[in-house]
């Protein structure tokens, strides 16, 4: 079975972002008292009064239970993903995680491409019906290699929408990119083409003519677009997918967003 191995940079940053959260969060847990389903708040921002030692205790089925048990579950998620990438971050390194420097900037924007504009953006927006439609759970794609690409996505927990448009004034074009990833923990996203049908000429001259549209629009292979080059419609690599979509996420983060070297067993600090 493949296992995903984050890049350093991406696994930091993950590690960083989810504590921040957890930081602003009410803890808590959920248990059955007196034959109740019940909400005990371990930690409440806005309450320094309610404590692990002290906790507030709530029925689920009353007006503030309801409430906390919503706060608590979304803690739980949360808390679950940051204790996994902790224990794999001590299973791979002997050193500290880095303390991040959020907002992460970038050294260089040529569009302001963040999680704002993510949220605009409209999908399924493509014109083009192929004969032979890909149809699944997880939505209708043009081809298998995108309906295994969505997959992978889904795999890295990479939130994306597929098919927004894009106009390119340097060439006066609309097109429809494959797919628009969002890396939220840094506040960016990137197109992503899946150039998968290079066997047929006709595709092969209109992936050259899309290739050049985002060159001359000043959209940088490996960060604003991401390209996934296969051999043909059938030859979908999770590994190479995979490896690709986590190398364009390493480069958006800048080396001098990270700082290395001190103590930071705080991280390890989230009840």
């Known amino acids: 079975m493949y296992r995903i191995i984050l890049p350093i940079k991406v696994h930091a940053v993950k590690l960083a972002y989810r504590k921040a959260l957890l930081d602003k969060m009410i803890h808590g847990y959920f248990c059955v008292r007196r034959g109740h389903r019940t909400v005990a708040v371990t930690y409440d921002p806005d309450n320094a009064k309610c404590t692990s030692v002290n906790p507030k205790v709530h029925y689920v089925s009353s007006k503030q239970g309801k409430k906390y048990a919503e706060a608590v579950n979304e803690y739980l998620v949360i808390k679950a993903e940051y204790d996994d990438l902790l224990t794999r971050w001590n299973a791979m390194y002997s ?33 083009y019906t192929p004969d032979n439609p890909t149809v699944s759970d997880s939505g209708v794609y043009k081809s298998k290699n995108e309906l295994m690409a969505a997959d992978a996505l889904k795999e890295l927990g990479i939130p994306f929408k597929y098919e927004t448009s894009l106009y390119i004034p340097e060439v006066d074009e609309w097109i429809n990119p494959d797919f628009l ?44 677009i991401i390209y996934i080059h296969l051999y043909d419609r059938y030859s979908f690599d999770k590994v190479y997918f995979i490896e690709q979509v986590l190398s364009a996420f390493n480069s958006l983060i800048p080396d001098s967003a990270l700082e290395w070297g001190a103590d930071y067993s705080h991280l390890n600090e989230v009840s």
């Open 95 to 127: 050193f500290q995680p880095p303390k991040v420097r959020f907002p992460i900037k970038q050294l260089q924007e040529n569009h302001k491409m963040d999680n704002a504009f993510y949220n605009m953006q409209i999908d399924n927006k493509g014109k």
């Open 181 to 224: 990833l969002a890396f939220y923990e840094i506040n960016r996203c990137s197109y992503l083409e899946v150039l998968g049908m290079n066997d047929k000429l006709n595709y092969a001259v209109a992936t050259s003519t899309k290739i050049n549209s985002y060159s001359k629009g000043k959209y940088r292979p490996g960060r604003e």
